[in-house]
């Protein structure tokens, strides 16, 4: 299929945001032109972010302040998916979390268990307030027996002045210790997939995953029977692509390009 059919076919773009929709505090360009032609076509869009250190509601103002006004449910985190996968095979059980207040409070909201003492399982999501006593504590609950829970596997976080560690370096860390493996939810996974064909009522085979990652946004697609398509506004490279085990089904250069795409086509 080529890139432009593969834009005809597609009824939901899930777009990934750092390096994808804006960068740092920066829109990238032609970003907003890519919703305005979504929208004149009737297709649809929501936003996916694997990075759960902030809340929806903080993705929601900070994209007012960039000129795009979303609704609640148009933004989705790796949150929200540990949330979903927590109720549903976890319910009525405690929870001790290496997360940051907001995602406390996005846990509390939904009903989620917190506990600091002997839980039944430990999640660790992009906990930019982590402490050793918050480490140590994980560490002794796994090993007592708690299962290990991650939101997304990123290993760092690009930011402005460069890369921090993300959660699955902070979970890397609690493996050396402990010999556990966690189970992660986000993208690339199918628990991400199935939450937003949930959630949207969108057809896996028209829905595409939009990102800078190979890794986690191109591969969610590709690896679950919906798409992947790779813009190069952020981290990957073509020289990244041409040894990359995941091949995504296009590659633009950013969303400018695809809404420049999505600009000749006609409405129906």
């Not at 839980?119 to 299962?147: H, N, Q, S, W």
């Amino acid at each position: 299929m080529d890139r432009e059919q593969l834009l005809r076919d597609t009824e939901l773009f899930v777009l990934d945001m750092d390096g994808t929709f804006y960068l740092g505090d920066r829109l990238l360009e032609g970003a907003l032109g890519f919703l305005e032609q979504v929208k004149r076509l009737g297709k649809r869009f929501v936003f996916f972010t694997n990075n759960s250190s902030r809340s929806p509601k903080d993705y929601i103002d900070k994209l007012e302040r960039m000129g795009c006004k979303i609704t609640r449910q148009q933004i989705m985190t790796s949150g929200d998916v540990m949330i979903r996968y927590l109720k549903h095979f976890y319910p009525g059980k405690s929870v001790y979390l290496l997360g940051t207040p907001p995602l406390e409070e996005n846990f509390r909201e939904n009903g989620i268990l917190l506990t600091k003492d002997r839980p039944d399982a430990v999640v660790v999501g992009f906990d930019m307030t982590l402490t050793y006593e918050k480490l140590e504590r994980a560490c002794t609950y796994i090993r007592e027996g708690a299962d290990f829970l991650a939101t997304h596997l990123d290993i760092n976080c690009p930011t402005a002045d460069g890369f921090i560690p993300d959660c699955g370096a902070m979970c890397a860390a609690i493996t050396l210790s402990t010999g556990k493996q966690p189970k992660y939810v986000g993208k690339p996974f199918g628990e991400t997939v199935d939450m937003v064909l949930e959630l949207t009522g969108a057809k896996r085979d028209h829905t595409a995953f939009v990102g800078d990652r190979l890794y986690t946004d191109v591969k969610t697609g590709v690896d679950h029977g919906a798409r992947g398509i790779l813009v190069l506004s952020g981290e990957a490279t073509i020289e990244d692509l041409k040894s990359s085990d995941v091949k995504p089904d296009a590659v633009f250069a950013g969303l400018g390009e695809m809404g420049g795409c999505l600009a000749g086509f006609e409405t129906h």
